[in-house]
């Protein structure tokens, strides 16, 4: 068969592009690799930036962290949905922008499961309860005895959809009235929360951890089944009067969809290996995280056993879009 001139142009072109894109694959990385952080400067970001730091040893680039917080994590998930699928912009993905939203926006202007290509899970994060070091309280039971005789009265912080759930689940679960406040990030909450302006929080270990060991911050309970190694003497709230008590974050690698599965095997395998570090694992747990890699072929099965869990949980908490 004789091809005319423009059909063998656009073979040709179409050859060309194909072996472009397979020395691309085969080069990558070739430039600096960029994780988007969706919230706030002194959470999430403190994983990537840890992970990241072995991960640019194993290929031979740099891995910079980038927080551009908004919209519980909307604002970063959207541009990152948006962007070419080579591997060189990526995003710190937790339950907040790949689960939790769908339930809490009506406009989400992305789609956490066709929009993204799973990496990674890279860890699960309980919560805990704490309160303000002057409230007369020392147990759970304390707290929701004193919650109980003050309805209304008693206000707390949110910086994200997990504390904001599992502090719902608190609240319908114990039987209180309480007064949300939310906030762009936890650390700004935290910081209303030491000043006084707040009474209690349900939220991430590593954020309050210094405060519990200084003695402003009293912790009454984990929002886990399982205790934490680092901090064992904080009891899970399920065993103390709230047996239907379970709720764990997460956080996550994601690429844009269509990211080829070359790439991905690749990014999977440097942050596998970062994250099976003796040292990560130690530091994650200092931090109240439990470090836990899955296939990227798992963590795809995981997002969307998520999204469902997240369905019960924000229906159960008597949360709406707005």
């Given at each position: 068969?004789?091809l005319?001139?423009?059909e063998?142009l656009?073979?040709?072109?179409?050859?060309?592009a194909?072996?472009?894109?397979?020395r691309?694959?085969s080069?990558?990385?070739?430039?600096?690799i960029?994780?988007?952080a969706?919230?706030?400067?002194?959470s999430?970001?403190?994983?990537?930036r840890?992970?990241?730091?072995?991960?640019g040893k194993?290929?031979?680039q740099?891995v910079?962290?980038?927080t551009?917080p908004?919209?519980?994590?909307t604002?970063?998930?959207r541009?990152?949905?948006k962007?070419?699928?080579d591997?060189?912009?990526?995003?710190l993905?937790?339950?907040?922008t790949?689960?939790?939203?769908l339930y809490?926006?009506k406009?989400?202007?992305y789609d956490?499961v066709?929009d993204?290509?799973p990496v990674?899970r890279?860890?699960?994060?309980?919560?805990?309860?704490?309160v303000?070091?002057?409230?007369?309280v020392?147990t759970l039971?304390?707290?929701?005895?004193?919650a109980?005789?003050?309805?209304g009265k008693?206000?707390?912080?949110?910086g994200?959809?997990?504390?904001?759930?599992?502090?719902?689940?608190?609240?319908?679960?114990?039987?209180?009235?309480?007064v949300?406040?939310?906030?762009p990030?936890s650390?700004?909450?935290?910081n209303?929360f030491?000043?006084?302006?707040?009474?209690f929080?349900?939220?991430?270990?590593?954020?309050?951890?210094?405060?519990?060991?200084?003695?402003?911050?009293?912790a009454l309970?984990?929002?886990s089944k399982?205790?934490?190694?680092?901090?064992p003497?904080?009891?899970?709230?399920a065993?103390q009067?709230?047996?239907?008590?379970?709720?764990?974050?997460?956080?996550?690698?994601?690429?844009?969809?269509?990211?080829?599965p070359?790439?991905?095997?690749?990014?999977?395998a440097?942050?596998?290996?970062?994250?099976?570090?003796?040292?990560?694992?130690?530091?994650l747990?200092d931090?109240?995280?439990?470090a836990?890699?899955?296939?990227s072929?798992?963590?795809?099965?995981?997002?969307?056993?998520?999204i469902?869990?997240?369905?019960?949980?924000?229906?159960?908490a008597?949360?709406?879009?707005?």
């Amino acid at each position: 068969m004789t091809l005319n001139r423009r059909e063998f142009l656009l073979a040709t072109s179409a050859a060309l592009a194909l072996g472009s894109t397979a020395r691309a694959q085969s080069d990558y990385p070739n430039k600096p690799i960029r994780i988007i952080a969706p919230f706030a400067p002194g959470s999430s970001d403190v994983i990537a930036r840890r992970l990241g730091e072995h991960v640019g040893k194993s290929l031979g680039q740099p891995v910079i962290v980038e927080t551009r917080p908004g919209g519980q994590g909307t604002v970063a998930s959207r541009a990152i949905a948006k962007t070419k699928p080579d591997g060189y912009t990526l995003l710190l993905g937790t339950n907040s922008t790949h689960a939790a939203s769908l339930y809490l926006f009506k406009e989400l202007g992305y789609d956490p499961v066709k929009d993204f290509t799973p990496v990674m899970r890279f860890t699960v994060n309980p919560l805990v309860l704490v309160v303000n070091a002057e409230m007369p309280v020392r147990t759970l039971d304390d707290f929701i005895q004193y919650a109980k005789a003050r309805p209304g009265k008693l206000s707390y912080g949110t910086g994200n959809t997990g504390s904001l759930v599992a502090a719902q689940m608190l609240k319908t679960q114990a039987g209180i009235d309480a007064v949300g406040v939310n906030y762009p990030g936890s650390a700004q909450a935290v910081n209303d929360f030491v000043a006084g302006r707040l009474d209690f929080m349900v939220t991430d270990p590593m954020i309050v951890k210094s405060f519990i060991q200084a003695g402003k911050l009293r912790a009454l309970g984990l929002t886990s089944k399982q205790r934490l190694s680092t901090f064992p003497a904080i009891v899970p709230m399920a065993q103390q009067g709230l047996p239907n008590f379970e709720y764990e974050s997460w956080i996550g690698l994601f690429g844009p969809a269509g990211m080829p599965p070359e790439i991905t095997a690749r990014l999977h395998a440097a942050f596998a290996k970062a994250l099976a570090e003796p040292t990560t694992v130690k530091f994650l747990a200092d931090m109240g995280m439990v470090a836990s890699g899955t296939s990227s072929t798992e963590f795809a099965a995981y997002l969307k056993d998520q999204i469902r869990f997240w369905g019960r949980v924000s229906k159960d908490a008597g949360l709406t879009p707005s």
